[in-house]
């Protein structure tokens, strides 16, 4: 026996390679690491620009651009991840410790450390901020496009799937209210103007969230090398892939039509939801006079999410992801159609009668935006399979780096747009009062752009069609094809399903040798 296939021998053996029954600690497992992805998307979606503005000094416009900048780097480090991590098992590392887990030990170190320095404050320190930003910017690369295939390695049953998402999830929706609750309390108990709440806040976060990564490190498994090599056995393979194949196999991806429609989906909406969320403490504390830790006290109502998982379970398991995106999306659109007509019809609220619509509209809103992410997190997992159908290779990775990818533009987008609309409106953060066309900017971030985005993200999930039927359908396709079944006795049904979900004429799937 060779060198070579005696360490191929020992690595199918560990324990990263070895499934394990689902059971509920297991999926409390899995889904710890989200504590990591929902309080970074929320901290940057909400206070990241207000604590920069405020209480380091930094000019809006110029945050938004240096943000900007940042995801455009970060983009390029998320897109070369997303091809080493579907091909690290060829490395020795990889081998080792699994070619998602290795992605977790860095992404847990990098949090740990730059996650707390984030939050200490240099008041107009551009500098320090852009490096410790694109440091947790790469940490998050780590872990989310290791995250993102866990799913689909782990268990072929989409309800399973279903029922690890759904533990990720509430794990998820805790996560977004501690990290807008804490600066809450804290926020109270230090004072308004106070920085070290924020300070306090990231050296929690960085250990609890450098933990939740570890937990789900030793708590999940994926493919062995063995079982890649053996499935793609049938496909011409590069044995090294450069940076052009890589790339390709990115486009590969976006021309399947679930997987495009799913990314344009999560694409939109989130960028509404960027902008509603980062405009939303200028609204607050500039237009209604709310104080800082009122507005992280209505955001914080995202505990609410905690109540929405078990809910939007029963739904998905029964109706699939159509019915709950249509919800979510009109639940936003009232909260902003409703934010909108107060403002621009020139009623005048009662201070009190304001503080309670806000919350109220703030509740309507977390129970919208939780049931929106559930979904989109419940239908990513099934994703990888419909590119499978088309091109026969198990590439979970690629749509991950895709994915992740598509989030950094939204985040890169959605800041820089707010940044440049409060700076080109006039808007002062040193000013308590602002100017009208300052308010106009902030509204126009916080309630017009975003209804552009949902109305549209409304219009694409009435014609998605991916669910835990249709992917069952897929899988077994797959299976039968990958068993040798013949293409020219596909099921008619089954032919109808795939070029539906693929966007391709069933000919021109799964062709092997290509």
């Avoid at 020992?10 to 497992?29: A, E, Q």
């Avoid at 455009?72 to 070619?99: Q, V």
């Avoid at 929690?204 to 999940?220: D, H, K, N």
């Avoid at 596909?490 to 070029?499: G, L, N, Q, S």
Wanted: hydrophobic share 45%; net charge positive; with cysteine.
């Amino acid at each position: 026996m060779t060198n070579k296939t005696q360490s191929a021998s020992k690595s199918s053996k560990r324990w990263v390679y070895t499934p394990k029954k689902i059971t509920f600690l297991r999926s409390l497992g899995y889904g710890l690491n989200d504590l990591n992805g929902s309080a970074w998307g929320t901290l940057v979606g909400s206070y990241l620009m207000v604590f920069l503005t405020t209480y380091a000094n930094l000019n809006a416009g110029l945050v938004g651009t240096m943000l900007l900048i940042l995801k455009l780097l970060d983009m390029a480090i998320c897109g070369i991840l997303g091809g080493i991590s579907d091909h690290l098992f060829s490395t020795w590392l990889g081998r080792k410790l699994g070619r998602r887990h290795t992605l977790f030990l860095f992404g847990a170190i990098l949090t740990a450390i730059c996650f707390p320095l984030l939050f200490t404050i240099h008041p107009g320190s551009y500098i320090w901020y852009f490096v410790v930003l694109l440091l947790l910017e790469t940490a998050q690369d780590f872990d989310n496009i290791a995250y993102e295939t866990l799913a689909t390695e782990m268990t072929d049953n989409a309800d399973e799937r279903v029922k690890l998402s759904s533990v990720r999830m509430f794990i998820s929706a805790f996560g977004t209210f501690a990290v807008t609750g804490l600066p809450a309390v804290l926020l109270k108990a230090l004072g308004e103007n106070s920085g070290s709440a924020y300070t306090i806040s990231g050296i929690i976060f960085g250990i609890a969230l450098a933990a939740g990564t570890l937990v789900t490190y030793f708590s999940t498994w994926e493919f062995s090398p063995e079982h890649v090599q053996e499935f793609e056995a049938n496909h011409k393979q590069d044995k090294h892939k450069g940076l052009g194949e890589v790339a390709n196999d990115y486009l590969q991806v976006l021309k399947t039509k679930a997987c495009r429609r799913t990314v344009v989906i999560y694409f939109v909406s989130y960028f509404g939801k960027d902008c509603f969320n980062t405009a939303f403490f200028y609204y607050a504390i500039f237009l209604i006079g709310m104080s800082q830790a009122n507005a992280q006290a209505a955001s914080s109502l995202s505990i609410l999410g905690m109540l929405v998982v078990p809910v939007a379970t029963f739904f998905m398991q029964r109706k699939g992801p159509k019915p709950l995106w249509t919800t979510a999306f009109g639940l936003q659109l009232f909260v902003l159609a409703t934010y909108a007509i107060v403002y621009f019809s020139g009623i005048t609220l009662n201070p009190t009668f304001m503080f309670v619509l806000v919350f109220l509209l703030s509740a309507i809103w977390q129970i919208g935006r939780q049931t929106a992410e559930y979904t989109v997190w419940n239908v990513i997992p099934l994703v990888p399979d419909v590119d499978t159908m088309v091109s026969g290779k198990l590439r979970a990775g690629a749509f991950a780096a895709v994915q992740t990818f598509t989030r950094k533009v939204t985040g890169a987008l959605g800041y820089a747009l707010i940044g440049w609309i409060l700076t080109l409106s006039g808007f002062n953060q040193h000013a308590s009062v602002q100017s009208g066309s300052a308010k106009m900017g902030i509204m126009v971030a916080f309630a017009l752009v975003p209804i552009v985005c949902f109305v549209y993200s409304l219009y694409l999930a009435r014609t998605f069609n991916l669910d835990q039927h249709s992917h069952k359908i897929i899988k077994d396709e797959i299976n039968r094809l990958q068993a040798g079944g013949s293409k020219a006795d596909v099921d008619p049904d089954t032919k109808r399903v795939v070029e539906d979900l693929t966007g391709y004429r069933y000919e021109d799937v799964w062709k092997t040798g290509q």
